[in-house]
């Protein structure tokens, strides 16, 4: 069992940066591949980005290479996503997600077990 709760929301000026936060709960949270996917209203949840177990291997939305950094202290068990450069388009409730498989990442959101309640970014022009 996991159990996730995000932070790090708000509001912020195209060009600006936030950064995200999950904490995790649970003597295995070193087990479990972990990602971020969003919502925008009217639209299907999507994936943003994720980060292997060992934190070696990080995966990205072409639409967001290049500007959000994904990364996770399991120490701290707290996994973080580094928003740069924000667009409008960025705007959406950003869930943090947690997945037990072990084999190839999955990008489709229902295939993953573990959800937080998310946190509204919203960008503005």
């Known amino acids: 069992q996991v159990q996730l709760v995000e932070s790090g929301g708000g509001l912020v000026q195209a060009g600006g940066s936030l950064r995200l936060s999950c904490a995790a709960s649970?003597?295995?949270?070193?087990?479990?591949?972990m990602g971020w996917f969003r919502q925008a209203p009217g639209k299907d949840r999507e994936f943003v980005a994720a980060?292997?177990?060992?934190?070696?291997?990080?995966y990205y939305a072409d639409s967001v290479k290049g500007r959000f950094t994904i990364s996770r202290d399991n120490v701290k068990n707290t996994v973080y996503l580094q928003m740069n450069s924000l667009k409008p388009e960025d705007t959406a409730v950003y869930y943090c997600?947690?997945?037990?498989?072990?084999?190839?990442?999955?990008?489709?959101?229902?295939?993953?077990?573990?959800w937080g309640q998310g946190t509204q970014v919203t960008v503005s022009s």
């Open positions: 997600a947690a997945d037990q498989s072990a084999g190839s990442l999955r990008y489709t959101w229902s295939t993953w077990d573990y």
């Open positions: 649970g003597r295995t949270f070193s087990g479990y591949r």
């Open positions: 980060v292997s177990w060992s934190g070696l291997a990080t």
